[in-house]
């Protein structure tokens, strides 16, 4: 009896992964119409925009790219390109942070490295084994880099159709499916606390410094905040004492 419960509680979990990784997916391929017809706004044709989403596929670099681009042409072309890659360090530690996860092989490891974005990554440490975490890491980076392409082919033909793509909402849509993967974790204290840090300090320095520095900067905060544990040592002390 407990066997058979086991095997349904194991089943609904990967139907949960599935669930959760296809949302996240289609959420954030949405937004790939609105990279596709910014980037074409900018001066790329189709081509050089799809395959900037297929070498380069994360979307903050993308837009960091195409935004200084677009703003100053082949003359600000190295701009655009450290702007992109500033943005893209977050992925090395990611990688990092998965590598338990992928497991080994040069061409795993390399598959891996192409979809390790903010989705995937959250997906997969969101989840409660190894089995499931691999399942989360692998559905939601295949997910998105399909239907990424897919929308940002659509985005960059139908752009001049679409008119601004902000006006559908789309710029949205994957920073709503990541808050909605941040929300459930933001339990205790410490969470909580490195969350708002990293918020204030991202916030505050976007109007400063150029694209890329500020989510640096932010993600110095948050381990600081996190190393430190305040809020949970506080936390623990009052369990203690009570």
Known sequence: MRSAERTQEAGRAVREVWREGLGVAIATSAY??????????SGLDVWQTCVLSLLM??????????????????AALPSAVASAALLGVRNVAYGMRLSSIIGGGFWRRAAAA???????????????????????????GLGVFIGWNLTTLAGALLG????????????AAAAA??????????????????????????AGLTPLLMPGLPVLVAALVAIVV?????????????????
């Open 57 to 74: 596929f994360t979307g903050g670099s993308q837009f960091a790219f195409i935004g200084v681009f677009g703003a100053g042409g082949i």
């Open 226 to 242: 996190g190393w430190f544990n305040w809020f949970g040592r506080r936390n623990a002390t009052v369990e203690a004492s009570g």
């Open 160 to 171: 001049d159709v679409l008119g601004d793509p902000k006006a559908w909402g789309l710029d």
């Open 32 to 41: 790939g119409i609105s990279f596709g017809a910014l980037a074409v706004a």
């Open 177 to 202: 499916a990541f808050l909605a993967l941040l929300w459930p974790r933001l339990r205790e204290r410490q969470a909580i606390a490195v969350g708002v840090a990293a918020a204030v300090v991202a």
């Open 114 to 140: 192409q979809v390790t974005i903010d989705e995937s990554t959250a997906v997969a440490i969101s989840q409660q084994t190894p089995r499931l975490r691999r399942l989360g890491f692998w559905l939601t």
